[in-house]
């Protein structure tokens, strides 16, 4: 039976760490500040932003919060964007993603002020990322990487498979790996024999997005894996992109969903607010 690796446990600790750490810059009297921009009603991105929002609360970032309306026009959002951009009192600026369709998101992420650019989507952030500069590491593969080091799981050397090539997940987590010297290799929806390299892999990353894919034929004995899915199963439970029940009889140590990946990505986001002390 593999090791069950708790991310709700491993998030707790760093937001109690980052509390800390807080609360005596407060005592210098430095405080950081989070404005998150929700445009639209998007159930999933109004809980995703009610979260964060509550994530700063309990760390004790001050969170500004602007939510406006569907119909606000691509000027309207890169005028707010601007305007926070040149406050010297924002530390850090999220802007809630998916955005609607006639917003051109591109443009929205690059308009932000890379300092102030906490999510880690800015071309430069990725271009630092991608040449070993300081700069905002993207919160899902950071809080990754977080969850496999405060497990004890040896990353140096180590064969990683990535399944998916996001800008989100798969590409800066290929960087992060590669950082930590894993022989890093990812796959994607056009790669043959996916079994063939997934066996292969001592780290195995799933980011598909296709409810419980992975089953046990494709994790080699004594494998770490990585669940990054957010899927519902046939009974509308909410469920990963691994088959937990068979994968977990070859794993040697697995994350749940829930409680494995997705509390990580806002206790990360909380550490990249810190980092905006730094990079202001
Ligand atoms: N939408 C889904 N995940 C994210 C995220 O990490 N940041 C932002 N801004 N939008 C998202």
Known sequence: ????IDGKKISADIKEEIRVEVSALKEQGREVTLAVVLVGEDPASQVYVRNKKKACEFVGIRSLSYELPASTTQ???LLLVEKLNRDDSVNGILVQLPLPGHID?????RAIDPKKDVDGFHP???GALSIGQPGYVSCTPAGIIQLLKRSDIELDGKNCVIIGRSNIVGKPMAMLMLRENATVTVTHSHTKNLKEITREADILIVAIGKTKFITADYVKEGAVVVDVGMDRDENGKLCGDVDFDSVEKVAQAITPVPGGVGPMTIA???KNCLTSLELK
Do not use: H, P, R, T
């Not at 039976?1 to 069950?4: D, F, G, P, Q, V």
């Open 268 to 270: 990360m986001l909380m």
């Open 124 to 126: 430069m952030s990725v």
């Open 75 to 77: 000027e309207e959002l």
């Open 105 to 109: 998101e591109d443009e929205v992420i």
């Open 1 to 4: 039976m593999a090791k069950i």
